[in-house]
Nanobody, 126 residues
Framework: QGQLVESGGDLVQPGGSLRLSCAAS????????IGWFRQAPGKEREGVSC????????NYADSVKGRFTIFRDNAKNTVYLQMNRLQPEDTAIYYC???????????????????WGQGTQVTVSS
């Protein structure tokens, strides 16, 4: 079935940067589209960014375009989310997830993903 483990969340000041990691085990990461999602208190989980199995530059929510970058290291079986110019509204638990179909394009819809990590907390505050 496989497993995803996120890491890299932290407390950071506005304008700062963080890099989140999503390490996969039990399956080959580049066979699947992988997405990053976040959930703030009292809000629904939302798609942030995703990367198709074929790679490329990824898709991004409008709120993070130009600030976040998704990329993959196949040798480490890990997907990363580089987050720059962080703002207080980026505060949330961040999750990575695997899209249910093999060799698929990525989409930002939560229901398309069937394997989820446990999440990592990102807090942006002065």
């Amino acid at each position: 079935q496989g497993q995803l483990v996120e890491s890299g969340g932290d407390l950071v000041q506005p304008g700062g940067s963080l890099r989140l990691s999503c390490a996969a085990s039990g399956f080959t990461l580049d066979y699947y589209a992988i997405g990053w999602f976040r959930q703030a208190p009292g809000k629904e989980r939302e798609g942030v960014s995703c990367l198709s199995s074929s790679g490329g530059s990824g898709n991004y929510a409008d709120s993070v375009k130009g600030r976040f970058t998704i990329f993959r290291d196949n040798a480490k079986n890990t997907v990363y989310l580089q987050m720059n110019r962080l703002q207080p509204e980026d505060t949330a638990i961040y999750y990575c997830a695997r899209r249910r179909n093999l060799f698929s394009l990525c989409v930002l819809g939560v229901k398309e993903y069937d394997l989820w990590g446990q999440g990592t907390q990102v807090t942006v505050s002065s």
